[in-house]
C-alpha cells in the first residue's frame, strides 16, 4: 500500500526542484530519505527466501534501468537543444557520460562536484545510492548480526554529519557510509511486520536515536547546515508512516498511483527545462504555474510508464514469483 505514498514523495521532490520549500527547508530531501526507507523494506521483502541472486538483480535492473534510460534520452534531447543548466554543461566529456550511463557514482558528486556538470537527469545520484545498496543487501540481509553492525557504523558515520564532525550533506545524506542505516531500517520495517518481536524494539530503538542526535543538531544551531533537519524529519516521520501502510492490504488504485511516481521522480527536470525554454521559468509563487508544471509532469510520467514500464511488468512479476517460491536457505556463514 505505498504507491500514493510514493507519489507523494515524487511530486514533493518535483516541487522542491521548482523552488517550492518550508520556511526555507528543502521540501525533496524528507521524501528521498522515505524512498530509501522502502527501498530497504522492499528488499528485505524480496530477500526474505533468497531466489538466485541473478534473479533478484535482473528484477531490479528492470525495475529502475528502462524509465532512467528514457528519461536520459529526454535530458540529453535538452542538451542537444542547447538548454541552459549547470547540470548540462560539460556534455563533451566522455567520462561524465560514462558516469551517467552506470549511474553508480553519481551520488559521489558530493564529493567530486564535476560529476554534476553532466547529469541529464539530476536526481539520479539517489539511484546510484540504491545501486550500491543492491550490492550489498544479499550478503547483510542474510545475517541479523551483520545488520546490527551496518547500523552501528553508519549510524554513527550520519550522526557525526549531522552534529558538525563530517560534512552533512556527503556524510550525513549522499554516501552509503552514513546513510546505510535508512536502508536498513526498512528492511527491519518488513521483519517487524512479517515475524514481530526483536525486529520491533530494534527499531524504536534507532528511531529514538534518530531523533536524539536530530534535536542535538538543533540544540548545536545545525537544523540550517545542508539537510540536516531535512534528514532527521524524514526519517523521523518515515518510520512510521511505512510501518502504519505497510499493514495495509494492497489496491489496484494505489498501484496505479505507483506507476506515476518513479517517472515523475526521473522526469520533472526535463520538464522544467523544457518549459524555461519555452518562457515560462519556475515560478514556485504562483500556483497556476505549479498546476501546469505538475499537469505537464504526471502527463509524461504516464507516456514514460507505457514506454519503459508496462512492457517489463510480465517479465518482474515471473522474477518475482520464483523468488516467493524459492524455499528458505539455511544463513550463509559469518
Known amino acids: 500500500m505505498f504507491g500514493t505514498l510514493r507519489l507523494v514523495l515524487a511530486v514533493m521532490v518535483a516541487l522542491s526542484h521548482a523552488g517550492l520549500s518550508v520556511q526555507g527547508y528543502h521540501l525533496g530531501v524528507p521524501a528521498v530519505v522515505v524512498f530509501f526507507l522502502l527501498s530497504g523494506y522492499v528488499v528485505a521483502g524480496m530477500l526474505a527466501h533468497p531466489p538466485p541472486l541473478w534473479h533478484f538483480y535482473a528484477e531490479r535492473a528492470l525495475r529502475l534501468l528502462p524509465p532512467y534510460y528514457g528519461a536520459l534520452a529526454l535530458g540529453v534531447v535538452c542538451w542537444w537543444a542547447g538548454v541552459s543548466s549547470d547540470f548540462l554543461q560539460a556534455g563533451h566529456q566522455p567520462l561524465l557520460w560514462a ?10 558528486a558530493t564529493l567530486w562536484p564535476v560529476l554534476d556538470t553532466f547529469t541529464p537527469v539530476p536526481p539520479a545520484w539517489s539511484l546510484g545510492l540504491e545501486l550500491q545498496f543492491y550490492g550489498l543487501a544479499p550478503w547483510l540481509l542474510a545475517r541479523q548480526g551483520r545488520i546490527h553492525a551496518a547500523i552501528l557504523i553508519t549510524v554513527a558515520v550520519g550522526g557525526a554529519a549531522q552534529l558538525g564532525l563530517l560534512p552533512s550533506d556527503a556524510w550525513g545524506y549522499r554516501l552509503l557510509a552514513g546513510n546505510l542505516y535508512i536502508f536498513l531500517s526498512g528492511a527491519m520495517l518488513w521483519r517487524m511486520h512479517h515475524s514481530p518481536g526483536e525486529a520491533r524494539a530494534h527499531i524504536v530503538a534507532l528511531w529514538l536515536v534518530v531523533l536524539g542526535v536530530g534535536l542535538g543538531a538543533g540544540w548545536l544551531g545545525r537544523w540550517g547546515q545542508p539537510f540536516v533537519l531535512e534528514v532527521t524529519v524524514g526519517y523521523v516521520l518515515g518510520v512510521p508512516i511505512i510501518a502504519a501502510l505497510g499493514a495495509l492490504p494492497r489496491r489496484a488504485w494505489d498501484d496505479r498511483c505507483a506507476d506515476l511516481a518513479y517517472p515523475v521522480f526521473l522526469l520533472h527536470f526535463a520538464v522544467l527545462w523544457t518549459l524555461g ?7 514556485a509563487t504562483s500556483w497556476r504555474w505549479l498546476a501546469a508544471y ?18 517489463v511488468v510480465a517479465w518482474r512479476r515471473r522474477l518475482r514469483q520464483v523468488a516467493a517460491r524459492a524455499p528458505s536457505q539455511p544463513e550463509s556463514p559469518p
Do not use: D, E, K
Open 99 to 108: 558516469a551517467a550511463l552506470s549511474i553508480v557514482p553519481l551520488n559521489y
Open 294 to 311: 505538475l499537469g505537464v509532469t504526471l502527463t509524461a510520467a504516464a507516456a514514460l510508464h507505457w514506454l519503459t514500464q508496462r512492457p
Open 277 to 283: 525554454a519555452l518562457g515560462h521559468p519556475p515560478a
